[in-house]
C-alpha cells in the first residue's frame, strides 16, 4: 500500500493564481482531511470528508474548496492565491472518523508571492 | 482558542533520560490521541486512548488520560537522538463534529 500521497511536493504561486492540491489513499478510509501548518504551531483543520461525496468546513475553510468524488481522492483547490495561504499542508485519512487514528500524507510545502 | 495545549512547548534532555509532555484540554472527548512530526515530515500516529481508559503502553511510550483534569500526558522512557521530534496531542472534541483538534505540539530535543 502507498499510504496517503500527495502532490505536488513543493509549490510556488503568485498572489491570485489558482491551484488544486492532490490527495489520494489507498486504504479504503471514509474519513479524509485537510490541514494547514504555520511555523512553529500544530494543524489547523481546513476541510474534511466522512465520505464519497460529503465535505464539511473546518476551522479555516476561507479560501479553499474540496469536493469527494471518489472515496480514494480529496483534493483541495486554492480559488485565489495569497500570502497568508503560505503555509505546508497535509492530507489525512482515518478508517471512519476521529475516534480512529489517521494517517497522514508527506505534506506540501506552498509558497504565494 | 486551542482545545488541546501541549507543555512545555520545548524540551532538551539527555539521551537516556525520561521526557514527559502535557496535553490539556477544554471540552469533553471520546479519545485522545498522541501524534510524532520529524522535521519537515507528516505526522505519525503513536497511540490512541479512549475517555474510558486511565493508562495504555506501547513499548518505551506510556499514556495516562485524566478526565476529570482534562488533561493526558505522554512519558517517553530511556530516550533516545531519534526521539527527537514535535509531539502533538489531538482530540476528537465533542462539539467540533467529526473531527480532530491538533494542539500547538511540544518541541523534543534529545542530545546524545
Known amino acids: 500500500n502507498a499510504g496517503v500521497t500527495q502532490t505536488p511536493k513543493f509549490q510556488v504561486l503568485k498572489t491570485g493564481q489558482s491551484m488544486t492540491l492532490q490527495c489520494a489513499q489507498d486504504m479504503n478510509h471514509e474519513y479524509m482531511s485537510w490541514y494547514r501548518q504555520d511555523p512553529g504551531m500544530g494543524l489547523r483543520l481546513i476541510h474534511y470528508s466522512v465520505g464519497a461525496g460529503i465535505t464539511d468546513q473546518g476551522e479555516v475553510p476561507n479560501g479553499y474548496n474540496v469536493s469527494r468524488s471518489t472515496t480514494e481522492d480529496f483534493p483541495l483547490r486554492l480559488l485565489s492565491a495569497a500570502p497568508s495561504q503560505t503555509s505546508v499542508y497535509f492530507c489525512?485519512?482515518?478508517?471512519?472518523?476521529?475516534?480512529?487514528?489517521?494517517?497522514f500524507g508527506p505534506g506540501t510545502r506552498l509558497t504565494v508571492t | 482558542s486551542q482545545q488541546g495545549e501541549e507543555d512545555p512547548q520545548a524540551l532538551s534532555i539527555q539521551e537516556g533520560e525520561n521526557a514527559t509532555m502535557n496535553c490539556s484540554y477544554k471540552?469533553?472527548?471520546?479519545?485522545l490521541q498522541w501524534y510524532r512530526q520529524n522535521s519537515g515530515r507528516g505526522l505519525v500516529h503513536l497511540i490512541l486512548?479512549?475517555?474510558?481508559?486511565r493508562e495504555k503502553h506501547s513499548g518505551r511510550l506510556r499514556v495516562t488520560l485524566d478526565t476529570s483534569k482534562k488533561s493526558s500526558s505522554l512519558l517517553i522512557t530511556a530516550s533516545r537522538a531519534a526521539d527527537t521530534a514535535s509531539y502533538f496531542c489531538?482530540?476528537?472534541?465533542?462539539?467540533?463534529?467529526?473531527?480532530?483538534?491538533f494542539g500547538p505540539g511540544t518541541r523534543l530535543s534529545v542530545l546524545p
Open positions: 489531538a482530540t476528537d472534541a465533542r462539539g467540533y463534529g467529526q473531527n480532530f483538534v
Open positions: 486512548i479512549r475517555s474510558n481508559e
Open positions: 471540552t469533553s472527548i471520546n479519545n
Open positions: 489525512a485519512s482515518s478508517y471512519r472518523d476521529a475516534a480512529y487514528e489517521q494517517y
